[in-house]
């Protein structure tokens, strides 16, 4: 977990000309906290992840809004966000341990039934718990009140429905983005039982090597952004292909490295990246 919240200051912060605190710091970090927290129970775990969803935004609040000065840098750290020329932390601990904690809870759940403890099959439990968090997101960004991160709609625009606050996260954020992917994850299971796995497909392979997948893109986008003078050059359109072109190149070096991982098991390193 240190190793890979310390990528975020050193190998992202790289190219981008400031000290970047974002993803890695928070997974990196909740997995250290993990370490203590798999000790608890699936419900008490459950409960945790829960209440901090519903009510971490009455925490932030606390904080909001972000200010300049150190106490609001060690609330970024863990409840809020933090922004100047030389720092920037977007990805504080608690709202996203609350999801690793989900995530903890439903691997659980997934051994729980491959040893025959769990009744209810993954595709059902994924399709219902994805339409209910799919709901309660419909419920809270149409109230666009509390659960809405201070990102409220302007408008009934299918845009502004979408726009949800991410940094850091809202409920509404949250139910939208698990309800997606728990109903992706039912259709791509039954998918999976009808074509079968292919060693050498595209989701596969980046699933298997996400990390390395994850520290090359950004540098590579960061390196020509700062050193190509692109940085926020072109419109959505240019993103776009700029991120179907990164995929297209990525694809074999991620093949490459799997192998090159799987030849070598025994490397320390390489079972973190």
């Excluded at 970024?76 to 920037?88: E, G, R």
């Excluded at 590579?220 to 991120?243: P, Q």
Aim: charged fraction near 10%; glycine fraction near 8%.
């Amino acid at each position: 977990g240190a190793f890979i919240a310390l990528l975020d200051p050193t190998i992202i912060s790289l190219f981008s000309g400031r000290m970047t605190i974002q993803v890695l710091y928070a997974i990196g970090v909740a997995m250290m906290c993990m370490a203590l927290l798999r000790r608890l129970s699936s419900t008490l775990l459950l409960v945790l992840a829960l209440a901090w969803i519903v009510f971490g935004e009455a925490v932030t609040a606390l904080t909001w809004p972000p200010g300049d000065d150190a106490g609001s840098i060690v609330a970024a750290l863990l409840v809020s966000t933090y922004a100047t020329p030389t720092l920037v932390i977007k990805y504080p601990l608690l709202p996203w341990l609350a999801m690793m904690i989900l995530g903890w809870v439903f691997g659980r759940y997934l051994l729980d039934f491959s040893e025959g403890r769990a009744r209810i099959g993954p595709v059902t439990l994924l399709t219902v718990l994805g339409v209910a968090a799919l709901l309660a997101f419909a419920v809270v960004r149409y109230h666009n009140g509390y659960g809405n991160m201070f990102l409220f709609r302007d408008d009934n625009s299918w845009q502004q429905w979408l726009h949800v606050s991410k940094y850091p996260p809202s409920a509404a954020f949250t139910f939208l983005e698990l309800g997606i992917m728990a109903v992706l994850l039912a259709i791509m299971i039954l998918l999976e039982r009808v074509i079968g796995v292919r060693p050498k497909g595209v989701l596969l392979v980046f699933g298997q090597t996400a990390m390395i997948f994850y520290l090359a893109h950004r540098l590579v986008f960061e390196g020509t952004a700062t050193f190509g003078g692109l940085r926020h050059f072109g419109d959505l359109n240019t993103a776009y292909l700029a991120s179907l072109v990164m995929l297209v190149l990525l694809y074999p070096f991620c093949l490459w490295y799997r192998e090159y991982k799987a030849a070598h098991r025994e490397s320390v390193w390489l079972r973190y990246l």
